[in-house]
């Protein structure tokens, strides 16, 4: 997990409120993943991007959710108008190329969204 | 996606090996096996992965057999560490599958 920053590691939020989780990627990586764990379940795709684009975001739902990876800085997963369904760790992870060719995705200690 | 089915949970006592099987019998040929794990509250970590041969590295051994369709991580001596959710995961091949589907990985207990 050495190198994918994430941050807030926790965070409070009462419903109705917005979440900003940032991710700022491995040295040279430039792709980025963000994955959300409910709890006691399994990891779940959420979107997966690159630089300033936005490559597949299949796993968002549909509304009050979107991310970005600026040119500069970090990732940015938004959850706007909080619900408590959104209580969950969100983790991020990043590879050095779009990982064809095998190669690894790390993820980050991940940010724990708790609404109240 | 190739699917990957482990089970639910194992124990081994510390200082063991631990041999963790996973099936993927509709694995292609292009598809790689990764492992990683998921020690309570932390993010999942890397620990191996291969594509035919067998991978070997300070973590772990690899074991694919020769049709692919099973794989075995192999902690050689298991400590209380040790003790975390195991996911196989038969990573998607070219034309941009790139995502890791998780399944819901194998519990492993090492028991002192």
């Known amino acids: 997990n050495a190198g994918v920053m994430q941050n807030p590691r926790h965070l409070v939020r009462r419903r109705g409120q917005e979440a900003r989780l940032r991710c700022s990627p491995m040295k040279g990586h430039s792709h980025v993943y963000w994955y959300r764990q409910l709890p006691e379940e399994g990891l779940k795709f959420m979107v997966y991007?690159?630089?300033?684009?936005?490559?597949?975001e299949s796993g968002m739902p549909k509304e009050r959710f979107s991310a970005e990876f600026p040119k500069e800085g970090p990732s940015i997963l938004r959850i706007q108008q909080v619900v408590r369904g959104d209580s969950a760790a969100y983790f991020c992870?990043?590879?050095?190329?779009?990982?064809?060719?095998?190669?690894?995705?790390?993820f980050g200690e991940g940010s724990w969204l708790t609404v109240v | 996606d190739a699917k990957t089915t482990q089970p639910p949970s194992m124990d081994c006592a510390e200082g063991r090996a631990a041999n963790l099987p996973c099936n993927h019998s509709?694995?292609?040929?292009?598809?790689?096996v990764y492992w990683y794990r998921q020690i309570h509250s932390q993010g999942p970590q890397y620990i191996i992965h291969g594509l035919k041969n067998n991978e070997t590295n300070e973590m772990a051994s690899l074991i694919i057999t020769e049709d692919r369709k099973s794989s075995t991580l192999i902690l050689p001596h298991a400590t209380l560490r040790d003790t975390a959710v195991y996911y196989c995961i038969v990573r998607p091949g070219t034309s941009g599958t790139y995502k890791y589907i998780f399944g819901t990985g194998t519990r492993l207990k090492v028991l002192a």
């Open positions: 992870a990043s590879s050095l190329d779009r990982g064809d060719s095998g190669n690894t995705i790390y």
């Open positions: 991007l690159q630089k300033e684009n936005i490559i597949d």
């Open positions: 509709t694995i292609s040929g292009n598809e790689y």
